[in-house]
């Protein structure tokens, strides 16, 4: 439970701190915390279940701090979150730039996936050259800050571990491939 | 049995979770085409969270900016001054010869009570975050229900329109910038008065589409609110013609415009307390549907 807390804490801080970062700098430039919070969760969660709720928690948390529908980035948060355990059982991300590319990756289809259900619902979201530009510096933007925020999430997930035998050995919960 | 529901577990979760999200993306679509909503406790509670920590992270940044701006805006004061006194009494001459036109054609009553159209109580309210994801454009103000804020309010700075509130919270209140691709007012060319839709299109222009039998545009020319839509009062100013980007189309035609508020500066805005009457319908539609439920007078809804 504990740890649980802590991992939604970190996630709405990074909500958070994104909001007042996007006032600094141009919002492309702006690294995406809160879904490279969600990857570095799902590259350590043991239970897909509770994860998916903490996903789609956080998912909320964006989408009320956000001009998007509520629900849209809930929806895509569950798959975002998913595609990382199921790639994290598929792939070795233990390096900083698998992580990286990887991170890059999911924002990249993150924010396609964004424009089609806007588009879907609002309309109006056609694919321009500029916005896949513009989109693909946020992903490299937010690739480049994968391993940091991953670390910070393996921190903070390790200090509220609930199983005091993970934090004496000091295990890197990192999931390796199968 | 228990393996099975181990196994399946996870999956149905996912489609019962994924099915909510849908729901409620549904319903929200809804209640944003009717204006906006207020929030219920549960979900203000990130507004009322997010607004006091962002303005505490910006705030150091806002200072050191500021400072630069009045260290560069003081080297300039003085030529601008020189120029800005000129201005002003051609201004003063060109202002004494309209109202001398008006007089004799009759028509200062008429302006007399446009200016009381205009005369709506204005709430100053400061822009403490911009939405968390760049693939939208909404900004998060420092004002809220507590302060007379509803939901289908217009924001505005002395430049013209910023855009609408859609959600709020007890201290805070979340405003869809015109640029927001969910965003669409009616507007028109103030030289020609032709007539169109100013669409947002989620970056940093805005699409006017007008058709062209209605009156020619222009590059240059400003756009400026109809007051039709009954969202926001007439007269507002939308933004400049950059250019035409079909000129040989058809009778359906867009232009790009350059927005008068700049959205990467916007700092302090205005919030309109008065909501247009689309709005007024559509809420008082509301509380006189709740009223019948609940047996009380309809009115509007508490603010």
Wanted: hydrophobic content about 50%; glycine content about 12%; some cysteine.
């Amino acid at each position: 439970m504990k740890r649980v807390s802590a991992l939604l804490g970190l996630g709405v801080a990074a909500l958070v701190v994104q909001g007042a970062f996007a006032t600094l700098v141009p919002p492309p430039a702006c690294p995406d915390l809160a879904l490279l919070v969600l990857v570095g969760i799902g590259l350590r969660w043991e239970s897909l279940a509770g994860g998916l709720l903490l996903a789609v928690f956080l998912g909320y948390a964006t989408d009320l701090l956000s001009g998007s529908l509520l629900g849209q980035h809930a929806l895509l948060d569950l798959f975002a979150f998913a595609g990382t355990g199921i790639a994290a059982r598929q792939l070795n991300l233990r390096g900083s730039w698998p992580l990286a590319f990887f991170a890059a990756g999911v924002v990249f289809v993150y924010g396609l996936l964004m424009l089609a259900i806007t588009g879907f619902f609002v309309g109006g979201a056609e694919l321009r050259l500029g916005w896949l530009g513009s989109q693909l510096v946020h992903a490299l933007v937010s690739g480049a800050c994968a391993p940091s925020v991953s670390a910070l999430v393996g921190r903070v997930s390790g200090w509220a571990d609930d199983d005091p035998g993970h934090r004496s050995l000091g295990l890197d919960a990192v999931r390796r491939p199968a | 049995m228990p393996d099975l529901l181990k196994r399946i577990g996870a999956p149905v979760l996912f489609g019962l979770l994924a099915l909510l999200a849908v729901v409620t993306m549904v319903s929200d679509r809804r209640s944003l085409a009717e204006g906006g909503r207020d929030l219920p406790w549960w979900q203000a509670i990130m507004l009322e969270i997010a607004v006091p920590v962002q303005d505490v992270v910006t705030a150091p940044v806002d200072g050191i900016r500021e400072m630069w701006a009045d260290y560069v805006a003081l080297r300039e004061v003085r030529a601008e001054n020189t120029r800005l006194h000129a201005r002003l009494a051609e201004l003063a001459e060109a202002n004494l010869q309209y109202r001398e036109a008006l007089v004799a054609s009759g028509h200062l009553q008429q302006v007399a009570a446009m200016r009381d159209d205009f005369e709506i109580p204005m709430l100053p309210a400061e822009v403490v975050g911009l939405d968390v994801m760049p693939w939208f454009r909404s900004v998060l103000v420092d004002r809220g229900k507590a302060h007379g804020v509803q939901a289908g309010n217009p924001v505005i700075t002395a430049e013209g329109v910023v855009g609408l509130v859609t959600a709020t919270s007890r201290h805070a209140a979340k405003t869809m910038l015109l640029l927001d691709r969910q965003s669409a007012i009616d507007g028109i060319v103030q030289r020609s008065r032709a007539r169109g839709i100013v669409r947002g299109r989620g970056t940093d222009q805005l699409a006017f589409e007008f058709v062209v039998r209605g009156g020619d545009v222009k590059v240059g020319d400003i756009v400026i609110t109809s007051g039709l839509g009954g969202v926001y009062p007439k007269g507002l100013r939308i933004g400049e013609v950059e250019h035409l980007l079909d000129p040989a189309g058809g009778l359906r035609q867009t232009a790009s415009l350059r927005p008068a508020v700049d959205y990467g500066r916007l700092e302090q805005i205005f919030v309109m307390m008065r909501r247009g009457p689309t709005m007024d319908l559509l809420y008082d539609s509301e509380a006189r549907a709740e009223s019948v439920e609940s047996g009380r007078a309809p009115g509007r809804p508490a603010s």
